[in-house]
């Protein structure tokens, strides 16, 4: 139910749901595309990377952050700067370029002349960018929002057996020992995140919901392949089937058309290990594969009832989608 449809006293989720509309209009809904919103956001990201990789240099060949504190600090403010204009590409680059900057200024205020911890930085950073997200005229922008969902997953992946001053950079033989340290506190995290999007989702924040539900996608795919890496073939199988299947479910419900497919395409990933550990020879496998594909065809018509999604027998085979007739989208307020 949307909070719209809530009357006063619905609880603490219900007045919850009511605060977080203040942060603006796109914790509602999320912009239409926009090639000119692109360009300047990448390009907004681009010269930020740039100026944070100025610093870096500086931080590196010196020896001292204080080089690269000035210049990511004058670029976080120079973005927030940008983005007080009316709606403009410039506003647009600022937000973009903030985004790098803060988790940038972050990383070299708790350096100093060596390499910080992963979880001090990820937290530094965190609030750094929830003070931009939720404070100050420039609030409320699902940049900002993306940003600080992926430093929980970090500070999450930092839990996972990485140890409290692990350095940032090093310390591990490869990535799959990073991930394999951390796979379980991943998948804690996205499933945390999964239903954090879902409860947005169904009060009627959609703009907010993204980050959680595309974050969650990745995160729960990172962590079921860390967690069953060196695992027997059926259990990697049964486990990229279980974790697909509910972010997919999860997608479909609440309209969101890159989760579904990557939740599918994570169980659809599974087939293949589970029937090559049911089988003794490459025929085998073959036709269990075959005959899983068919049934996915065959129980589609099933799971898009229990999602309540389109089963495909609408105008067009289900390809129309839903209308944004009516719907205050594009007024010019976004991002």
Not at 14 to 40: D, F
Not at 187 to 194: C, K, Q, T, W
Not at 237 to 258: K, M, N, Q
């Amino acid at each position: 139910m949307s909070h719209a449809s809530r009357g006063p006293g619905g609880g603490a989720a219900a007045n919850l749901s009511v605060w977080l509309t203040t942060l603006g209009p796109l914790a509602v809904r999320r912009p239409p595309p926009s090639i000119g919103r692109a360009l300047a956001g990448v390009g907004g990201a681009v010269l930020a990377v740039g100026v944070v990789a100025l610093g870096g240099d500086r931080w590196a060949s010196s020896g001292s952050s204080g080089v690269a504190l000035v210049l990511t600090g004058g670029l976080l403010a120079a973005s927030l700067t940008a983005m007080r204009r009316p709606p403009s590409p410039l506003a647009v680059a600022g937000v973009a370029a903030s985004g790098v900057a803060a988790p940038a200024l972050a990383f070299f205020l708790t350096a100093g002349g060596g390499l910080p911890s992963l979880r001090v930085v990820a937290l530094s950073a965190g609030i750094l960018v929830l003070g931009l997200y939720a404070v100050g005229p420039w609030k409320g922008h699902t940049f900002h929002l993306s940003v600080l969902v992926v430093a929980g997953w970090v500070v999450a992946l930092s839990l996972g057996n990485l140890g409290v001053e692990r350095p940032l950079f090093g310390g591990f033989a490869s990535l799959a020992g990073i991930l394999t340290g951390a796979g379980a506190a991943s998948m804690v995290v996205g499933v945390a995140y999964l239903g954090i999007g879902s409860w947005l989702h169904d009060e009627g924040l959609e703009g907010m919901a993204t980050p959680f539900l595309a974050v969650a996608a990745l995160s729960l795919a990172v962590g079921a392949l860390a967690v069953v890496r060196d695992s027997a073939g059926a259990l990697q199988g049964l486990v990229a089937l279980a974790v697909g299947a509910a972010v997919a479910f999860v997608g479909a419900r609440c309209r969101r058309r890159g989760t579904t497919w990557i939740g599918v395409g994570l169980a659809a990933f599974g087939v293949v290990p589970l029937a090559s550990g049911l089988s003794d020879g490459a025929a085998v496998t073959a036709i269990l594969v075959a005959v899983s594909g068919a049934g996915l065809v065959a129980l589609s018509p099933w799971a898009a009832a229990v999602a309540g999604d389109d089963d495909g027998t609408g105008p067009m085979g289900g390809l129309t989608g839903p209308t944004t007739e009516g719907r205050p989208i594009g007024t010019g307020d976004e991002e």
